[in-house]
């Protein structure tokens, strides 16, 4: 997730008026086709105090070996698509920095709007949003499937944002067309300092009606565990999200092994006092869509050619769980967000560590039999 730069108020708190919305491919709907942009030149988003940046930590720096474990290590995940869940016919909103018109999403984005410049391109100069669909849903294109996300077949909506109150706009934009554009889950790989109760912050009631209005809301814990207990940001504090935090699994798909993420962010909650994360899954070098000559494109990590880069945090660990929802509402489109919730937390792997690690094969034999509220 992003840590924040020294930049004016006025880019922090302002956002500028919308002007468009696009999208392609929506079933039913009639709305103008996307136009792919790779221009890097415009304003950076998500740029604000505490976004919840890449690791602190030389965590950040641990390569993993290329191989079927590269991407996306979440266990039980290969148990899950042999029985033909894949995605197909979700779709996840993604709000974040954009997506760079990727071979290994770009055919399935079927909504996009830029509350942060207003225009109708994909683009993504910052990077973190390309990073963070890839996870969620890469098809794994330009690797031969080597890399892909967890829900490869789900379609996609961007909501490009550059600032909290963008970010908040920009989940009431994703509950205001949920309907049209077949909307489920919601990815938030972002966060703020909490300073108040979930009942009193403006992103948090954001999510709470998001949640209200049938959508599934997965939130980055935040990469800020140097803060100690209490760390959870904003919306991550809020009880209806599904919280995320992060574990380093060694580069294996064996949970038996994990330790918590070292820069992870861990309750409880500062002022309501919940237990939070929620839920577990891998955060260290994770390998997923990489937009070329973007602000987080840096050399020093391992890539894969110009299509594929590791990036470290809990906003790496979310759109892993995002995913996951997705296939969980495949298999039981009648589930609930709070019936999600409790069936990733019914069914996680604890081990001698006592971390709630996300299990996708258990989580996916717990729903089939979950009775729905």
């Known amino acids: 997730m992003i840590r924040t730069q020294n930049i004016p108020p006025a880019l922090l708190f302002q956002a500028p008026p919308a002007r468009a919305i696009a999208s392609v491919g929506a079933a039913g709907t009639s709305v103008d086709r996307v136009e792919l942009s790779q221009d890097s030149s415009e304003f950076t988003p998500v740029n604000f105090r505490q976004m919840l940046a890449l690791s602190k930590s030389d965590q950040s720096r641990v390569d993993r070996p290329v191989g079927e474990t ?55 100069n910052w990077g973190h949003g390309t990073h963070v669909a890839g996870i969620v849903a890469g098809s794994g294109k330009k690797s031969d499937g080597q890399v892909k996300g967890v829900a ?7 909501v490009r944002i550059g600032s909290m109150q963008q970010a908040i706009d920009g989940l009431r934009w994703v509950i205001a067309h949920k309907e049209e554009l077949n909307i489920g889950v919601v990815n938030i790989s972002l966060g703020e300092v909490a300073t108040q109760s979930y009942k009193d912050d403006p992103w948090c009631q954001a999510v709470e009606d998001a949640t209200k209005a049938g959508l ?12 100690g207990a209490g760390s959870v940001s904003t919306p991550g504090i809020s009880p209806s999200a599904i919280t995320v935090g992060g574990v380093d699994d060694q580069g294996t798909v064996d949970p038996s092994d994990d330790t918590r993420y070292i820069d992870g962010s861990f309750g409880p909650t500062v002022v309501d006092k919940l237990v939070k994360p929620d839920v577990m899954a891998p955060a260290i070098s994770i390998f997923s869509t990489l937009s070329p000559s973007s602000g987080l494109d840096d050399p020093t990590r391992a890539h894969i050619g110009k299509d594929y880069m590791t990036m470290a945090g809990t906003s790496m660990a979310t759109p892993a769980v995002a995913g996951l929802v997705a296939l969980l509402k495949q298999a039981r489109p009648d589930l609930a967000p709070a019936d999600l919730k409790k069936i990733l937390q019914q069914s996680v792997y604890h081990g001698q560590q006592n971390l709630p690690i996300v299990q996708a094969d258990a989580a996916l034999e717990l729903a089939k039999t979950y009775k729905a509220a």
């Open 216 to 227: 599934t809301v997965v939130v980055a814990a935040g990469n800020e565990g140097d803060r």
């Open 70 to 124: 590269a991407s996306i290590r979440l266990p039980g995940l290969d148990k899950v698509w042999a029985q033909g869940f894949t995605g197909k016919g979700q779709t996840i909103a993604i709000i974040d920095s954009g997506f760079f018109p990727h071979a290994d999403i770009k055919d399935r984005v079927v909504g996009y709007v830029d509350l942060a410049s207003g225009k109708e391109k994909l683009s993504d």
């Open 152 to 158: 490869p077949e789900a379609n996609l909506v961007g």
